[in-house]
């Protein structure tokens, strides 16, 4: 029983495309967020959704687009893609309470790299 | 905005060798603490949280204990195993606005047998 799923795991494309990525939750959360890993290991929270509002916004550059269909779904789309997006972009759910003190779950990941 | 620092890595023990791997934050109002892992090829795995000053969190012979006087989460372990070869971070979950989690830069962890 997979909790947090992504799709696809591995994305090799050229310069300029535009791609998705797809994740689905089934533990039932509120909250979804995307978080980009670069090649150093440092992780960074882009986007975070709840109950498909947009909650966090990052500074992150306008080519990426978090489309949220439905709280159990979070996919992020990326126009225009460029040699420094090669990362590995992570989901993740949480249910939201009281005071931030819930546990993240989080996805496999998406190991993008753009040629 | 708050921040976390994590001990520089990759740390290197031989297996049964007693674990440290340091961790300190700034923070306004009172965050929660977290440690996760990833192994390799991974997403990353909850290992252990905290939520208040003088809590310990524990889980798989690894503890953490919430020291709000020195602003610390140091992550424990009496006797490392080559499993427990990964990458460890820590993070906390701020108290107010928007609650991001914000991580460390992470530690790799290789244990010897």
């Known amino acids: 029983d997979t909790a947090v799923s992504q799709t696809p795991k591995y994305l090799v494309t050229q310069m300029g495309n535009d791609k998705s990525i797809k994740c689905e939750q089934n533990l039932g959360h509120d909250t979804m967020y995307w978080y980009k890993q670069d090649s150093k290991k440092f992780l960074k929270i882009m986007f975070s959704?709840?109950?498909?509002?947009?909650?966090i916004n990052e500074t992150v550059p306008n080519r990426f687009s978090p489309k949220s269909p439905d709280k159990a779904h979070l996919n992020l789309h990326i126009n225009s893609l460029e040699l420094g997006d090669s990362a590995v972009y992570f989901c993740?759910?949480?249910?939201?309470?009281?005071?931030?003190?819930?546990?993240?779950?989080f996805g496999p990941g998406t190991r993008l790299l753009v040629l | 905005g708050d921040s976390v620092t994590q001990m520089e890595g990759p740390v290197t023990l031989s297996e049964e060798a007693f674990l440290t791997i340091n961790c300190t934050y700034t923070?306004?109002?009172?965050?929660?603490l977290f440690w996760y892992v990833q192994y390799p090829g991974e997403g990353l795995q909850l290992l252990l949280k905290a939520t208040k000053a003088d809590d310990k969190g524990s889980n798989k012979g690894f503890e953490a204990t919430y020291r709000k006087e020195t602003t610390s989460f140091h992550l424990e372990k009496g006797s490392v195993q080559v499993s427990d070869s990964a990458v460890y971070f820590c993070?906390?979950?701020?108290?107010?606005?928007?609650?991001?989690?914000?991580f460390g830069q992470g530690t790799r962890l290789t244990i010897n047998p």
């Open positions: 993740a759910s949480s249910q939201e309470g009281n005071r931030g003190q819930e546990t993240q779950y």
């Open positions: 959704y709840n109950n498909k509002e947009l909650i």
């Open positions: 993070a906390l979950r701020e108290s107010q606005g928007a609650q991001k989690l914000v």
């Open positions: 923070a306004t109002g009172y965050p929660s």
